[in-house]
């Protein structure tokens, strides 16, 4: 399946931290208002429905997406527009993941657990999270083929090309990225932050490598002395943003989705389409036997050395 022609919100929002039912009613005003707007899906930040500080409330506000009552609203509303929202996905096994779901029909479509939940700096996400260890792209039928990530994956290139190989046209990453207030908020000689910076090159980049839509939707608000910067954005398969929500605050932005630009981008510069996945995985399984690095993945079972 193919990238669809469609328009998307992207809802930059803070949440009430640990309150699921505040946080899932704000969910639906905001989606009524993307539905108002035109838009056929609507995107918002990483642990959207529970706030990003957790700790350990993180149990306490887990849940399977596909039958929680506390998401039900969600899923009905879903009938009329897509909803990708983060929470925490509650394993049967009892672990918990910080994931992004994905509402269609009705139903829950999808979950992507994030698979590197980072434990530095500002961060302790491996305290408190397992993580994911699956990456595939999905069809929605207002869409079409995309994938999703959670925040830090989208630091680890192999996700972004893997997705890409996968078939996703549009590769959606919900964000709770942080800065220590007071600091990092703006650059030299204008009012957009550093970490925005970094992050649009990211964007661009893995647009134009890969011949795809980079969305990503960031979160806004303060946590725990944290502040979270917004941007987010709308970047197209040629590297250019097309939409960018506030710096700092509560935003509610649209986007058009066109396929014909991917084609377009694909045309002009073919390196996506001559990417020779058998080669790259013969390469990066030689690497893997040269380096053994069995003991770097936590995911991998015991005997994954054989």
Known sequence: MNL??????????????????KNVVQHLLLARKAIDGGAQAVIF??????????????????????????VAWLRELSSEITIICGGVDLDPSGAVYNAAFCFEDGALLKTHRKIYPPTYGLFEEMRYFSRGAKIEALDSRRLGRMGMLVCEDLWHPALPYLLAQDGAQLIVTIAASPTRLGSGTAHSSSDVPDNYIVNREHHASYARLLGAYIAFVNRVGVEDGVGFWGGSELVSPSGETIVRAKFFDDDLVFADLDPNMIRQARQLSRHSLDEDLPLTKQLFDEIFKRNRGVESSPNLPEDANS
């Open 4 to 21: 669809k022609a469609s328009r998307i919100a992207l809802v930059q929002n803070s949440s009430v931290l640990g309150d699921v039912p």
């Open 45 to 70: 930040p990483e642990l959207s429905l529970t706030g990003y500080s957790l700790r350990d409330l993180n149990f306490d506000v887990a849940l399977d997406a596909a039958t929680s009552p506390h």
